[in-house]
């Protein structure tokens, strides 16, 4: 029976593995921007059953290989965007201040349109997080823009690290005010954080010791209850979830800082960090990343002091940061956003295209995996007509796992894949309406919008 | 939640309720048939799907199929239906509904608890200790609706959120709620469905609420195994209405009945499965072809839904050499491809239990969104999509009986099982066919054939004018008044009602011939309720039937007013 289970188990793993496409292509004679090892003139990528195998002047093609014209194009690894909420049904789970059991794994949609039109921004990877509405929110999904699959599950980026997502200030008390539960303020965000790592210890010790008696001769007794959310707490203070942690302000960085230090947690990624040119040296000094907008603030009061200069700054001062969309619309140019940072810092173009690719990669744990074009890595690749961070720079073929999931010659109108048999499309509007852009990360908290704080809510 | 305000349609909201209240005015007549001993005779028998016998008799007595076939000899206390060359089934069987299940009266002004992070278990929707049978009502209309569309059993469940109760097996004919029960706990029934306002709110909260749910049951019943082994020195096992109710699941004793309408759904359910690994039945499929392989793989049974989207109505194309003139606007061409998909997607949906079919997985049907009326249709849309008739009768009769466990009793007309019996005057798949006769637990129901009062397209109704209509429900006769007024090439119109001071305006207007049908929109507390009426006119009168969402259906009459 055992090995009858097993050989299930086999069967499904390599079933999953089969369905993922994995292609063997070439792309020759473009501008190869690695990001990593420099830029490489009339150069050829060989990307073989989905990794990039050889990359070199005058590949020949192995027999009846595709082979991608890329004479006069530019060729860079596929872009990163570390916090986005792109093919998601559930976004938040914001009844509770702490609700890390929850994971938005559970909540993919592989049919959204969103995914494509991300594609047809170069954009490879996606980080799905959980919304901002609560102190501790959900696990969060890495996912490869694998368009076309009609499983959630292939979309997930296998490997890729575990991440969950964290919110300070506004948004998480905006919860605790309107009902009247902790946290109601700074001061209870950082209570409410440390009340959960706490009885994560707890828990984590209750088990470790019943665990170690368990084994011990003649011993009677009850194991501790079971908790998903203290598990994964648990999980957090041993290092295996890397904590994204929404953020705007340099006093609740600091705090957010100071309270993992105080547990031993050392994977801290901040999100948004406006205020994190304030204190680059400090999270510099704690091994903290930082993810942040180009130039996107005032919407509300706690983003407005902000710069332009943010990614420049944090950059120069050695913290590893990234430039994400946080929204269906920017992360179909995040080549504009990072050209920004040249604009706003006079970053060099590696160090402009690496806030997109390697370091967004650092993030998300998967570093080893994409960000780079390097032999070995995942042929996720983006083709642009002129410099990506040129304001003329146009995707021209997005590749995912060495398959084209975009080309701009063959951009069908109508990219559903499901198409609802009940419902009736407006002309011209064939997609779902993606009004709310900018709102995603407060999906399903619509009654937080509808109170009146300073009337500054966007 | 929006507040009814108490003077606004709340009056009629109550009204309503009381439709699906229990008043035993449908309850059976109280007189005991005078035999149980019933003879079908000169009969076409399909036994099973396949298994036929040309003209031959079924003899039933006391509830069991006592012989079949060509050479039955009658005892003398028979009564006898002379089914001549009609045709008999096995009774159908209905993989998940909730017909004869009193809807739970729902809470009006319902606040959010004060902390909606920890709500109560029953305010969360996690109420799995609910046993189904506590709330039948024999006398639901639905019963009686159903039996007439052949079906005989089905494996009812709980109203709820993400964990309603325990499903039970029943007969569709009986007079207390224990007489309806063939079998208790047919399963743990399980939505992914969230709470309103409070944790778990959304399905990621549901998926993670139901795998600690889970956990915690499994240990909680590992510990009482353990407690029962040696008692000595071992703190007392806590005992939890929530946890309790998995036991036979985790035993494999009994499945997880999870509905799962979307593809997103079953593979969301499939993903619990996977980590749990609970035996799963996966009921009311809408959209599930493309997780075959997933469901073979898992081991999962199926129930597909009945219920198919409407067909596009296909505009008659009377001014076909006008538009061969014009060139088509890009608007036009956007407009065709867009309809072309969506046909394409109606198509999928109808042709799904054929894909099933093809895939060699055995289904049953499930009805919990499908009406009566359109059970017929729909499986020759079906049959029409693919499915070969022996395929969809197995899916009514064999398929579930095997799925639910209950072959030996029910499924196929052999000597010594359950008397459910479905007569048809024609073979059933046929376009025409109509049931006469239906047996549950040997006790016969014979169907009234209506009158053909079939759409007659040479008579011309005038309806421009003001009918006053009378409807008869449970509480009463209500009355209304009916303004038509000609529009365009059809009618426009609205409705007033003795239950509602508001008017209401009348759409889908459609007169054929002398058949009349329109539709309108209820709403109260927040909610809307479609009330779709279809009638036959006579002169200056009508008659039909009204049918108000899935409150069921009811006579209405009308007359016209004289000018």
């Known amino acids: ?458 | 939640m929006k507040r009814i305000s108490p003077n606004r349609p709340g009056r009629y909201w109550i009204l309503l309720w009381m439709l699906v209240l229990p008043i035993g005015m449908y309850g059976q007549s109280e007189l005991e048939p005078v035999t149980r001993t019933y003879a079908l005779t000169n009969v076409n028998i399909v036994q099973a799907p396949g298994r036929k016998i040309d003209l031959g008799t079924v003899l039933v007595k006391d509830g069991l199929i006592i012989s079949v076939g060509k050479n039955v000899s009658i005892p003398p206390e028979a009564m006898i239906i002379r089914a001549d060359s009609m045709y008999v089934y096995a009774g159908f069987i209905d993989g998940l509904s909730r017909t004869g299940v009193t809807r739970p009266k729902e809470e009006t002004n319902r606040e959010r608890p004060k902390d909606p992070g920890n709500p109560s278990n029953e305010r969360a929707g996690i109420t799995p200790n609910t046993d189904v049978r506590n709330l039948l009502n024999p006398s639901d209309k639905a019963i009686e609706d159903w039996r007439g569309a052949g079906f005989t059993l089905a494996n009812v469940v709980p109203y709820g959120g993400m964990l309603p109760g325990q499903a039970a097996l029943i007969l569709l004919s009986g007079r207390t709620a224990d007489d309806l029960v063939m079998q208790t706990n047919t399963g743990l029934y399980s939505e992914l469905t969230g709470a309103s306002g409070v944790y778990p709110n959304t399905v990621i909260g549901v998926m993670a609420k139901w795998r600690d749910l889970y956990r915690k049951a499994v240990n909680s019943k590992n510990y009482e195994a353990l407690y029962a082994s040696n008692r000595n020195g071992l703190e007392r096992p806590m005992s939890d209405r929530v946890y309790e109710p998995f036991f036979p699941v985790i035993d494999q004793k009994i499945p997880v009945i999870f509905k799962a309408e979307k593809l997103l759904d079953v593979q969301r359910v499939l993903t619990l499965k996977n980590d749990l690994r609970f035996p799963l039945i996966l009921a009311e499929v809408k959209e599930g072809w493309h997780a075959i392989p997933k469901i073979k793989a898992t081991g999962s049974k199926v129930f597909l839904s009945l219920d198919l989207p409407e067909e596009i109505k296909k505009e008659e194309k009377k001014n076909d050499q006008k538009t061969e003139e014009k060139p088509k606007t890009p608007g036009e061409i956007e407009k065709e491809q867009l309809e072309k998909r969506r046909n394409e997607a109606i198509a999928s949906y109808t042709a799904q239990a054929a894909t099933f079919q093809k895939a060699g997985i055995v289904f049953g049907f499930s009805l919990l969104n499908t009406k009566p009326k359109d059970v017929h249709t729909n499986l020759r849309r079906m049959i029409s999509a693919g499915l070969s008739e022996d395929a969809a009768l197995a899916a009514l009769t064999t398929s579930p009986a095997q799925l639910l466990g209950m072959s030996d009793r029910v499924g196929t007309i052999d000597p010594g099982k359950m008397a459910n019996l479905v007569v048809s005057d024609k073979p059933f798949f046929s376009e025409k066919a109509k049931i006469r006769y239906v047996f549950v637990d040997g006790v016969l129901t014979k169907l009234e054939v209506k009158e053909n009062k079939k759409t007659d397209a040479s008579v011309k109704s005038e309806i421009e004018g003001t009918w006053n209509t009378t409807t008869q429900s449970p509480q009463g006769t209500t009355t209304g008044k009916v303004v038509f007024k000609k529009e365009g090439g059809g009618y426009s119109g609205n409705i007033s009602s003795s239950m509602s001071q508001e008017t209401m305006a009348l759409k889908d207007i459609t007169l054929e011939g002398n058949t009349l049908s329109y539709k309108y929109t209820l709403s109260f507390g927040g909610r809307s309720v479609e009330v779709e009426t279809n009638v036959t006119i006579e002169g200056d009168s009508f008659k039909g039937n009204t049918s108000v969402g899935t409150f069921g259906s009811f006579p209405i009459e009308g007359s016209k007013n004289p000018k």
Not at chain 1, 417 to 432: L, R
């Open chain 1, 1 to 458: 029976m055992k090995k009858m289970i097993i050989l299930v188990f086999l069967m499904e793993a390599i079933g999953t593995l089969q369905a993922q496409d994995r292609g063997t292509i070439l792309i020759k004679g473009g501008t190869v921007l690695t990001v990593t090892k420099g830029t490489l003139e009339n150069t050829d990528v060989l990307i073989k059953e989905g990794k990039i195998s050889q990359i070199a002047k005058g590949i020949i093609a192995p027999a009846g290989v595709r082979v991608i014209d890329a004479t006069g194009l530019f060729v860079m690894p596929g872009i990163i965007d570390a916090h986005s909420h792109i093919a998601l049904d559930a976004i938040n789970e914001g009844t509770n201040a702490i609700t890390p059991e929850v994971h938005v794994a559970d909540a993919i949609n592989p049919f959204e349109v969103d995914i494509y039109r991300a594609l047809a921004g170069g954009c490879t990877v996606s980080h799905a997080m959980h919304g901002s509405a609560n102190s501790i929110g959900g696990q969060c999904q890495t996912i490869k823009h694998r368009y076309g699959v009609y499983d959630g599950e292939q979309l997930k980026m296998e490997g890729a690290a575990r991440t969950i997502k964290f919110a300070l200030g506004e948004n998480p008390t905006g919860h605790g005010r309107r009902d009247g539960v902790q946290p109601q303020t700074r001061m209870g965000v950082e209570f409410v954080i440390r009340e959960a790592f706490s009885e994560g210890k707890e828990y984590m010790e209750a088990w470790n010791s019943y665990n170690k008696q368990k084994s011990g001769k003649g011993f009677r007794g009850a194991p501790p209850v079971y908790s998903l959310r203290l598990e994964t707490l648990a999980d957090i203070l041993k290092g295996n979830i890397i904590i994204h942690c929404h953020s705007y302000r340099a006093d609740e960085i600091n705090m957010l800082m100071n309270v993992c230090r105080d547990f031993g947690i050392k994977k801290v990624v901040f999100q948004h960090t406006n205020e994190g040119f304030k204190v680059a040296p400090e999270l510099a000094k704690f091994g903290a990343m930082a993810s942040v907008f180009a130039d996107w603030w005032a919407y509300k009061l706690e983003v407005y002091y902000s710069t332009a200069y943010n990614a420049a700054i944090l950059a120069r001062n050695g913290v590893v940061t990234s430039i994400n969309s946080d929204s269906p619309d920017l992360i179909r140019h995040l080549y504009h956003e990072a050209g920004k940072t040249q604009k706003y810092g006079n970053l060099s173009d590696d160090e402009a295209l690496s806030m997109i690719t390697i370091n967004a990669a650092k993030q998300l744990g998967i570093e080893n995996r994409v960000g780079s074009l390097e032999v070995g890595k995942d042929g996720d690749v983006a083709i642009f007509k002129n410099h990506p961070l040129s304001i003329y720079g146009v995707p021209q073929m997005t590749l995912v796992d060495g398959v084209v999931h975009f080309d701009r010659e063959k951009d069908a109108a109508d990219m559903r894949i499901m198409v609802d048999p009940k419902e009736t499309v407006d002309i011209p509007t064939i997609h779902q309406a993606t009004t709310h852009n900018h709102e995603n990360c407060m999906q399903n908290m619509e009654w937080l919008l509808n109170v009146k704080m300073f009337g500054l809510n966007r």
